[in-house]
């Protein structure tokens, strides 16, 4: 009897061939799990606002499984440092070789060995956005939630990012395990390629950036667990910063602008989130996350938010610090990203 139940038991928590559940931990801003590449294990930021495996100048070695491939790319990332401000840029010679998450292994899989470029949280860069727009020239191809999903790994072919307010988290795969979240769910249609950009038909139907109960202004959110704050136009930020009473403290470094807000850590901050129409259930950024820094007297405390140059209205891309207390489902078989509160 207790044989068969815990055969059950592990048979249900298996999707396929993977693991309904892959822990990650927060490192510095930035969310990261153990990926095996080759004979080698990384910690990897696990980043759902880009698509490959990238690997830190100088760690990856070459392994029995590796092959070369003659591909190389240039790649900007915003938002490469714990404070959001460093951009980084990475010079990338893909290989191929075998890549596992989960226990799962995917064989001659694009491995983006960086050999030239800016300091990246952890090991580098595991890129969850959905299929990059096909480019033959390029990486570009299949994912490896897509990859695992094509050969049986995975179905239905969904993941979610798990996120808790205590600093530990998860990677889930298959269907959104109704146990572990409370209220009420809200679908959202998303792109099907290159990012979790939410798609709108009209200006009124898309999502809202609500600030202390007022709508502030409607917005075209990406959703990216690799982004350690939240990231808006300069002067929607500098705007909404004001709007609540901050200070602004900007930097110009190589032509990109950066600001953000301080504030006196007694006094109540700034609440910020979300709306997604026809629903008007505000969705803001945990408290705690809300707060980037504070000096070390305890007295200024800096905000979670971004301005850049590099944005321009209405795009945003909603870092994890929102996602934190949530579970954010992504499902790639119907392109929508779902998300509910964490019970
Ligand atoms: C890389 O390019 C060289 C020269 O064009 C070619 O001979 C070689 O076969 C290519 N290698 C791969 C793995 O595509
Ligand atoms: C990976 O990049 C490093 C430079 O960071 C280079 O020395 C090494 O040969 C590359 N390895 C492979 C397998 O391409
Ligand atoms: C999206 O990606 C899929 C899979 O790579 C590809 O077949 C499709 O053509 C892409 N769509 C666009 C608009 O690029
Ligand atoms: C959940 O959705 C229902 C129906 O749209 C709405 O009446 C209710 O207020 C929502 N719950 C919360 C917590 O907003
Ligand atoms: C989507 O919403 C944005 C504002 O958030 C608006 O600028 C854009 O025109 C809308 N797209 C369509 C197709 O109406
Ligand atoms: C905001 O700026 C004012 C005027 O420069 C300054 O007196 C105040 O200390 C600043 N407050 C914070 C929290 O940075
Ligand atoms: C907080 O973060 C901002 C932006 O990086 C930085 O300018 C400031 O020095 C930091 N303050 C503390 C106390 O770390
Ligand atoms: C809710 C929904 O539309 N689900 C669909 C997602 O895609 C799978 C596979 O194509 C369908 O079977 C579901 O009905």
Same mark, same amino acid.
């Given at each position: 009897?207790?044989?068969?139940?815990?055969?059950?038991?592990?048979?249900?928590? !298996? %999707? =396929?061939?993977?693991?309904?559940? /892959?822990?990650?931990?927060?490192?510095?801003?930035?969310?990261? *799990?153990?990926?095996?590449? @080759?004979?080698?294990?990384?910690?990897?930021? %696990?980043?759902?606002?880009?698509?490959?495996?990238?690997?830190?100048?100088?760690?990856?070695?070459?392994?029995?499984?590796?092959?070369?491939?003659?591909?190389?790319?240039?790649?900007?990332?915003?938002?490469?440092?714990?404070? *959001?401000?460093?951009?980084?840029?990475?010079?990338?010679?893909?290989?191929?070789?075998?890549?596992?998450?989960?226990?799962?292994?995917?064989?001659?899989?694009?491995?983006?060995?960086?050999?030239?470029?800016?300091? !990246?949280? @952890?090991?580098?860069?595991? *890129?969850?956005?959905?299929?990059?727009?096909? =480019?033959?020239?390029?990486?570009?191809?299949?994912? !490896?939630?897509?990859?695992?999903?094509?050969? @049986?790994?995975?179905?239905?072919?969904?993941?979610?990012?798990?996120?808790?307010?205590?600093?530990?988290?998860?990677?889930?795969?298959?269907? !959104?395990?109704?146990?572990?979240?409370? *209220? =009420?769910?809200? /679908?959202?249609? $998303?792109?099907a390629n290159d990012s979790w950009q939410i798609?709108?038909?009209?200006? $009124?139907?898309?999502?809202?950036? /609500?600030?202390?109960?007022?709508?502030?202004?409607?917005?075209?959110?990406?959703?990216?667990?690799?982004?350690?704050?939240?990231?808006?136009?300069?002067?929607?930020?500098?705007?909404?910063?004001?709007? /609540?009473?901050?200070?602004?403290?900007?930097?110009?470094?190589?032509?990109?602008?950066?600001?953000?807000?301080?504030?006196?850590?007694?006094?109540?901050?700034?609440? %910020?989130?979300?709306?997604?129409?026809?629903?008007?259930? %505000?969705?803001?950024?945990?408290?705690?996350? =809300?707060?980037?820094?504070?000096?070390?007297?305890?007295?200024?405390?800096?905000?979670?938010?971004?301005?850049?140059?590099?944005?321009?209205?209405?795009?945003?891309?909603?870092?994890?610090?929102?996602?934190? @207390?949530?579970?954010?489902?992504?499902?790639?078989?119907?392109?929508?990203?779902?998300?509910?509160?964490?019970?």
């Amino acid at each position: 009897m207790l044989t068969v139940t815990a055969l059950i038991l592990s048979a249900a928590a !298996l %999707v =396929n061939g993977l693991p309904s559940t /892959v822990p990650l931990q927060l490192h510095q801003g930035f969310w990261q *799990g153990d990926f095996a590449v @080759g004979s080698q294990t990384f910690s990897l930021t %696990v980043d759902t606002g880009s698509f490959a495996i990238l690997i830190k100048e100088g760690l990856y070695k070459p392994s029995a499984t590796s092959q070369p491939t003659n591909i190389s790319e240039s790649i900007q990332f915003n938002g490469a440092s714990q404070d *959001g401000i460093a951009p980084a840029l990475e010079t990338v010679f893909f290989v191929r070789d075998d890549v596992s998450f989960g226990g799962v292994t995917v064989h001659d899989f694009h491995v983006g060995n960086i050999t030239e470029g800016d300091d !990246l949280p @952890g090991d580098g860069v595991a *890129g969850f956005s959905p299929p990059a727009s096909y =480019n033959e020239d390029l990486s570009n191809g299949q994912g !490896l939630v897509e990859t695992f999903c094509a050969e @049986g790994q995975l179905s239905p072919c969904e993941f979610g990012i798990v996120l808790k307010t205590d600093g530990t988290g998860s990677v889930t795969f298959g269907a !959104l395990d109704e146990s572990k979240i409370k *209220g =009420n769910i809200t /679908v959202l249609p $998303a792109m099907a390629n290159d990012s979790w950009q939410i798609l709108n038909s009209t200006e $009124a139907d898309s999502p809202i950036l /609500v600030v202390d109960g007022k709508p502030f202004t409607h917005i075209v959110p990406t959703f990216d667990s690799g982004g350690p704050n939240l990231i808006g136009p300069l002067d929607q930020v500098r705007d909404l910063l004001t709007s /609540v009473g901050y200070n602004i403290t900007e930097q110009t470094n190589d032509h990109i602008t950066v600001a953000l807000g301080t504030y006196d850590c007694a006094r109540e901050p700034a609440r %910020v989130g979300f709306s997604f129409p026809p629903s008007n259930e %505000v969705h803001y950024i945990n408290l705690e996350a =809300n707060v980037l820094n504070r000096t070390a007297d305890g007295r200024v405390c800096t905000a979670n938010i971004l301005g850049t140059s590099t944005v321009d209205a209405p795009y945003w891309a909603i870092g994890q610090t929102w996602f934190q @207390g949530r579970y954010v489902q992504h499902d790639l078989d119907n392109n929508t990203l779902s998300f509910a509160d964490l019970a």
